[in-house]
């Protein structure tokens, strides 16, 4: 792709489309004829951190001169009975159903008199059949406008499509323009010379999580802070001890036995005083953790819990919210140092998974959700704390922070890039990594959990692994 249009988050409905997806309906609408083309996105949704959040699930093509005609009007369309197969699947299997046809241009776009009159024709009457969200997208390759129907009745325009890839894309109706210079903004003058005004105010805009506050964790906070992001929720449950004291930055002995969202807290209002944080003394597999981290545009993973990186992927894959997992593995063996690795791994929705990468381990999980006593119990050999160095945690959390906004602000080079980065600090060498995803997994298969948002996912198939739901744990038998 060579799209690099910087948007802010804007407040309202959106679309969230997966790279995968936006690959095939690009290709589809675009393939160089200059012609019209059509299809229907079937999606779910949730709600964001700034409104209705539609999340595309599958892509259902529209077949030229058959699905796609010239309608009564001079226009193409949708044929009637292309509507009628996709509206009733939408209405049985609980997805919103969203039309898309492409217009001429780059960078803007609009709806034509002829659409908008035929939207008022027929959408009220699909969103009867439905009982779910309808909507209308018309796209041109840099760029998205949308009509929603909602079943009671109202309809609002679509604010912007997401599309969380290398760079996370943003497209708008038209180009977003820079607001007037704010005196509070001063102190980025020096960020504003690499990523512009726009790319400055897209930080300020955004939601975004750190899950696990220790060596990491603080660091990540800090660096996020410092960068100017306006809301971070902050997730740790666990209380300051001596022992961390030369890995948590800005520690200091005043804050042994003190939660760990207390430092971070104060590290993020040192760093920025305007800054909104929302600190949750709890872990990640708490139903209202879970609902403040589908709230997020962004989340970042420096846990090392199975919960935690089960609940953050799942986040990932069913709430399509790009993430970021940092950690460091320093094996020590009677006294004997051995390879080094700091890793930074990029989750984007369907095309990285924890489950699939073989990252999150059952037995581990499973124990991991018990009450405190009984994981306690569950490990009958006392574990030997895992060594720990700042600037090797440094390492990990600069790589992390760094691809984050190169992503946001569109800087990345690839947008289909979505390589991990290990580091070996031994050897001097550092290695892209790529995952694997499997086609039957439960959470980033195009037809399991992937992108239903919180639509209730009982009648799933069911396959090997756990199987937890966000405020609900299963285990098959």
Request: net charge negative; glycine share 8%; hydrophobic share 40%.
């Amino acid at each position: 792709m060579a799209h690099r249009t910087v948007n802010p988050p804007a407040a309202g409905a959106s679309l969230t489309i997966p790279s995968r997806l936006w690959q095939q309906l690009n290709a589809h609408l675009f393939p160089g004829d200059h012609a019209g083309h059509g299809a229907v996105l079937l999606a779910g949704w949730t709600d964001g951190p700034r409104g209705l959040r539609l999340l595309a699930r599958e892509l259902i093509p529209a077949r030229d001169h058959i699905d796609y005609e010239p309608g009564t009007t001079g226009h193409h369309a949708l044929s009637a009975t292309f509507v009628r197969d996709n509206i009733l699947r939408a209405r049985d299997e609980r997805l919103a159903y969203i039309a898309v046809h492409n217009h001429g241009g780059t960078t803007r776009v609009s709806f034509s008199p002829t659409d908008l009159a035929s939207h008022e024709r027929g959408y009220p009457t699909l969103t009867q059949i439905s009982n779910t969200p309808v909507c209308a997208l018309v796209l041109t390759p840099q760029a998205a406008a949308g009509d929603l129907w909602h079943p009671d009745g109202a309809r609002t325009d679509l604010t912007e499509v997401v599309i969380p890839a290398n760079n996370l894309l943003r497209l708008r109706p038209r180009p977003a323009t820079a607001s007037a210079p704010d005196p509070t903004n001063d102190p980025y003058e020096r960020q504003i010379r690499v990523f512009g005004d726009l790319g400055q105010q897209t930080f300020q805009a955004m939601k975004v999580a750190v899950i696990g506050l220790g060596g990491i964790g603080s660091l990540l906070t800090e660096y996020l802070a410092r960068l100017g992001i306006g809301h971070l929720v902050l997730v740790d449950d666990d209380t300051v001890e001596e022992t961390n004291l030369p890995r948590l930055s800005g520690a200091t002995a005043a804050d042994v036995g003190h939660p760990k969202t207390a430092l971070a807290s104060r590290l993020a209002r040192q760093a920025q005083p305007a800054i909104i944080l929302t600190a949750l003394t709890d872990r990640a597999e708490q139903p209202h953790v879970q609902g403040e981290l589908r709230q997020c545009d962004w989340l970042f993973l420096a846990a090392d819990g199975a919960a935690a990186r089960h609940f953050t992927n799942a986040a990932v894959q069913q709430y399509l919210i790009p993430a970021t997992q940092s950690g460091v593995k320093i094996p020590v063996h009677d006294g004997t140092v051995g390879q080094i690795h700091a890793v930074s791994r990029v989750l984007i929705p369907g095309a990285n998974c924890m489950w699939c990468d073989g990252l999150i381990n059952p037995t581990d999980l499973a124990i991991d959700m018990q009450a405190p006593t009984d994981r306690a119990a569950a490990h009958y050999v006392p574990g030997t704390p895992a060594a720990s160095v700042l600037p090797l945690n440094a390492l990990a959390a600069a790589e992390a922070v760094s691809h984050f906004m190169h992503a946001v602000s569109c800087l990345h080079d690839d947008d289909l890039d979505h390589a991990s980065i290990l580091h070996r600090p031994r050897t001097r060498t550092r290695d892209l990594i790529n995952s694997r995803i499997s086609p039957g997994c439960r959470w980033c298969s195009a037809h399991q959990l992937f992108a239903l948002g919180d639509r209730p996912a009982g009648d799933v198939t069911k396959t090997e692994g756990p199987s937890v739901s966000y405020g609900r744990t299963s285990w098959p038998p």
